[in-house]
């Protein structure tokens, strides 16, 4: 008889799963037994989950729910009973580890308070490929996901972090990546050095390197792919100049001059009196 091996995942437990970001041949044995195993797979989206399982020759066994940033709040309770009641439980999202920037948190949250066991089954992460293949210091960093919609939000955003010493990773679609390195020019400097990935783990994968100006050059075209940006960290200090065009900005969608003053000041740690001099000396020129 062929030898009884132990579940990947413990009954009355959640289990986090990576999922591949590209190459489907990423994906480890121990996921795709969990796959097998589960009693409830919460996936953010049940069709690519389905369709990664069906590329991996893996019959999902398992009741399959839904799992995303409109329905979390509803079904994280709900995935906590299950588990509490016995069941595996088994979370994973489109591409990479639940809760980077993706649905799990909130599910995870409510486990850790009400004593429910809670584990990972690691494997593919964008931010932490795109760091490792950026050449920037990867020491410290930090993951800042999806920056802003508004444009004015996504500029102060930036401005707060500005200072930061800490290598920085952001996500970003194909469509906005070309504005939102402008922007990073505007609150980081153009001499920043950064990198843009496209498509990692792809056959089309692209790694671009330079300053912030070079790749606002290299994206004027049309990109496509998942997008992920590495910017290296501040060495030096700031003053209330570099933040004027920020509080601009704020001001231009009808925010008061001294109240977007005081949002730049409370984001940076400069003073609100300062940044709302020189805003008003910018205007005066």
């Known amino acids: 008889m062929p030898e009884q091996r132990e579940p990947v995942q413990r009954p009355a437990s959640i289990l986090l799963a990576a999922t591949p970001i ?22 953010e989206d049940t069709r690519r989950m389905l369709a990664l399982a069906s590329r991996l020759n893996v019959r999902v066994n398992g009741k399959v729910l839904s799992l ?9 309770e709900g995935l906590v009973d299950l588990a509490e009641g016995g069941a595996r439980i088994l979370l994973v999202s489109d591409a990479g580890m639940p809760t ?111 300053s912030l100006s070079d790749l606002i050059t290299q994206t004027e075209g049309e990109v496509l792919g998942e997008i992920t940006i590495v910017i290296a960290g501040f060495k030096g200090k700031k003053s209330a100049e570099d933040h004027v065009k920020t509080v601009l900005a704020l001001a231009s969608e009808g925010m008061r001059l001294k109240d977007a003053a005081a949002e730049v000041a409370s984001a940076t740690g400069l003073r609100k009196n300062e940044l709302y001099k020189a805003a008003l000396a910018y205007k005066e020129q």
């Open 22 to 43: 590209g190459d489907v041949d990423d994906a480890s044995p121990r996921f795709i037994r969990a796959l097998q195993e589960a009693e409830v797979v919460a996936a």
């Open 68 to 76: 995303h940033d409109h329905n979390e709040g509803d079904r994280a």
């Open 100 to 210: 980077v920037s993706d649905p799990g948190f909130r599910v995870v949250r409510a486990a850790v308070e009400r004593g429910v066991h809670v584990s990972a089954l690691p494997g593919p992460s964008a931010p932490v490929t795109a760091l490792a293949v950026s050449g920037l210091p990867s020491d410290r960093f930090s993951f800042e996901g999806f920056l802003p919609r508004k444009d004015g939000e996504a500029s102060a955003y930036l401005e707060a972090l500005a200072g930061d010493p800490h290598t920085l990773i952001f996500f970003e679609s194909a469509k906005r990546v070309h504005g939102t390195l402008q922007r990073m020019a505007s609150a980081f400097g153009g001499e920043r050095q950064a990198v843009v990935c496209r498509e990692l783990t792809k056959k089309y994968e692209e790694v671009l390197r330079g």
